[in-house]
């Protein structure tokens, strides 16, 4: 028995959707194209060391490093599963990622230790309290000047796009989504010690809205 397996919530709630993932966000999310946009606001240079928080089957993992060949990139996700899936990816791309198995809250790695962390759609999995405990971490890893870059569920800006989250609501849970759908990740960025902190867009999708968000630790 998995002993960590209370603590996340796989990809698409259920192990056994959990195939299905990577079609189902290619065909209605442009999945390509917000991953795309997320790496270049992170701007990250030659060799640094980026850290892709709550990894899944690698898609941004292995996006970072074929766009930024020169960068240390590490995937960490809670799913052991998920992790295997992302292992055969990285192999059959050739593109050498270290994958790590590890809970978002209690981040396996030394104190300033990484200049980039991107997320794409892991915090809308988490609790409050996880949220609060894995932004602090995130923060501990990032060395004085790195940056955090999320895609995340975001306040709706519409009747529509409010609409349209019930069903990822449903499935992730009304209590983990509660903070997207307030817009209050920004906040909680804040609490945790980060500055300059900023929505940089948003994306109208088939299940609500998509935001990107960007952050720093200047110190
Ligand atoms: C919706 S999927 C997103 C995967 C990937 N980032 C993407 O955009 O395709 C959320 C991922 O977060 C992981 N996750 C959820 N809670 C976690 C936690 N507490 N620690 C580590 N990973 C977690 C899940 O296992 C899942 O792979």
Request: charge should be positive; include cysteine.
């Amino acid at each position: 028995m998995d002993k960590n397996r209370n603590q996340y919530i796989p990809a698409l709630k259920y192990d056994w959707l959990t195939p299905v993932y990577d079609p189902l966000l290619k065909w209605t999310m442009g999945e390509f194209a917000f991953k795309r946009q997320l790496v270049r606001q992170a701007g990250i240079e030659k060799n640094n060391r980026v850290l892709d928080l709550g990894c899944g089957k690698a898609t941004l993992t292995l996006l970072l490093k074929k766009i930024h060949p020169e960068a240390e990139v590490v995937g960490l996700d809670g799913d052991l599963k998920v992790l295997e899936i992302a292992k055969t990816k990285a192999v059959k791309t050739g593109l050498k990622i270290a994958l790590d198995r590890g809970m978002a809250f209690e981040l396996p790695y030394p104190d300033r230790s990484f200049d980039r962390v991107l997320s794409s759609l892991v915090f809308h999995h988490l609790t409050r309290d996880n949220k609060v405990r894995t932004l602090k971490e995130v923060f501990r890893v990032l060395k004085p000047g790195g940056e955090l870059h999320v895609a995340d569920w975001g306040k709706p800006q519409n009747t529509l796009m409010r609409v349209a989250f019930l069903l990822v609501q449903m499935l992730d849970g009304f209590n983990t989504t509660a903070d997207s759908v307030n817009g209050l990740l920004p906040e909680l960025f804040s609490q945790a010690g980060f500055e300059d902190i900023q929505q940089t867009d948003r994306h109208i999708t088939l299940f609500g809205t998509l935001a990107l968000y960007r952050a720093r630790k200047t110190k």
